[in-house]
Structures are given as C-alpha cells and as structure tokens.
C-alpha cells in the first residue's frame, strides 16, 4: 500500500513517447498559432520595437494577446500612471492563466518542482486545451503537456521573427484579417467548455459590458470591463453557489 504514491507519480512521469504524442496533437493549431505569430511580429515592426527587444519579449513574455494589447496602447511617455495602466490591462487579460495552471495541479502536482515551473511558462491557450481533452479521454502521461507546449512555443518564435521580418507586407493585419483569427480560435475554444445556459450567461454579461465600454470610452479598456464583469456574473451565476 505505501508503493501506490510512488506508482502514481510513474504513472504521471513524462515519457518521449507521450512527448511525441503531444507534437502530433498540436498539430492542427498550428496554422491559428502561426497566423497570429505573424500578426504580432508585424505589430512589433510597425510600432518601431527593435528586432532583439521583440526576440527577447516573445522569449519571457509569451503571452500573444496581452502582447498585442499593449504594443496597441503602448505609452510615449513612460509615467507612472500609464505604466500602473499597462500592467493592469495585461494582468487583466492574462488572469485566465491562473485558472488554466490551477487546473493541472491535480495532474502535474506530483512531477518535481524543476519539470513543472519550466514547462509553466510554456502554457497557452490552445496547449492547455489539448492536455485537457487528453486527461478527459482518460490519458496520464505529462509529456503529451510537454510535447505540445514545445511545440507550439517554437511556432510561436518562428512565426513572430518571420513576421517582424516581413512586417512591411503585413503592417496592416486587417486588411489580410490576421486580426480575426484569434478571436475565432478564442471562439470556437469556448465550445468544449459550454456547460448550459446557466453558466452560459456569464459569457453574455461579459461581452455586453465589453462592447459597451468599447462604444463609451474606445481604447482597451473593454477587456478590463468585460473579464471583471463575466468574473462577477460566473460567481452569482455558479451552481454549487
């Protein structure tokens, strides 16, 4: 009986063929990874970032959206206030991944802390929604995790350098609709994880709050508004409340 920890923790331990299992699994996202890879090298380009502060971004930062944002609204001058703006709008549009590194505790908790913190910083959108369509399916083997982060990371590092590169044919994602793939990645994301009207609502709350601050007040603000206001309607709007 005192064996079963240390066998579940093999159990969990990544292997290379769960690794390549992950490889293939990310497949598919790629092109949507790529295109908004390419999108935010073109921004990085067209605001007058240096290609090696863009590189080393792309390298510690890794967060696309939150990237794209604030390249968007990036301050000419440096005050504190714009700074204390700026951080709150990322930390506002990266506070999902809170929720999303939460939910592999119970299934990455028992790997060393050297394999895990490393591999967190690779987390993403469409990575963690391949680990958990394979932990659902009944899977255990942590490389598939792995596998597809590595994978999707280094798209990620190609396809920003390549559009950095290229970013005078593309200085204008909208007028190739760059602009709208993750937007429909994010969308058609929110299908698996459709839990009834109920829950649902919250959904409709946050984007109605986001549009209006949008048409009131313009800018990125919206996102702010829009997450604060989902976030409070799920918790009124939860069931086991």
Not at 28 to 35: D, N, Y
Not at 106 to 129: K, R
Not at 136 to 161: C, E, I, N, P, R
């Amino acid at each position: 009986m005192t064996a079963q920890p240390n066998d579940r923790a093999g159990q969990l331990r990544p292997s290379l063929a769960g690794f390549y299992l992950g490889l293939r699994l990310s497949l598919p996202v790629l092109p949507g990874m790529i295109a908004f890879g390419l999108a935010v090298g073109a921004t990085a380009a067209r605001k007058g970032f240096a290609f090696v502060d863009h590189l080393l971004m792309n390298l510690f930062v890794y967060a696309g959206m939150s990237q794209l944002v604030a390249m968007e609204v990036w301050p000419q001058d440096y005050g504190a206030v714009a700074l204390i703006g700026l951080a709150v709008l990322c930390a506002s549009v990266n506070a999902r991944m809170l929720l999303m590194s939460a939910s592999l505790q119970p299934w990455l908790g028992a790997l060393p802390p050297w394999q895990i913190y490393p591999a967190l910083h690779l987390l993403t959108d469409p990575g963690w929604l391949i680990a958990m369509r394979y932990r659902a399916d009944g899977g255990s083997d942590a490389g598939v995790f792995f596998g597809s982060s590595v994978m999707l990371y280094v798209a990620w590092l190609v396809a920003t350098v390549a559009g950095y590169l290229v970013g005078a044919l593309i200085a204008d994602p909208r007028r190739y609709g760059i602009d709208l793939v993750m937007p429909i990645f994010f969308a058609a994301m929110l299908i698996p994880l459709w839990r009834g009207p109920r829950r649902g609502a919250a959904w409709l709350v946050a984007g109605a709050v986001a549009l209006a601050v949008q048409q009131l007040l313009g800018g990125w603000w919206f996102i702010v508004a829009g997450a604060v206001a989902g976030s409070i309607a799920g918790g009124f709007l939860d069931d086991d409340v």
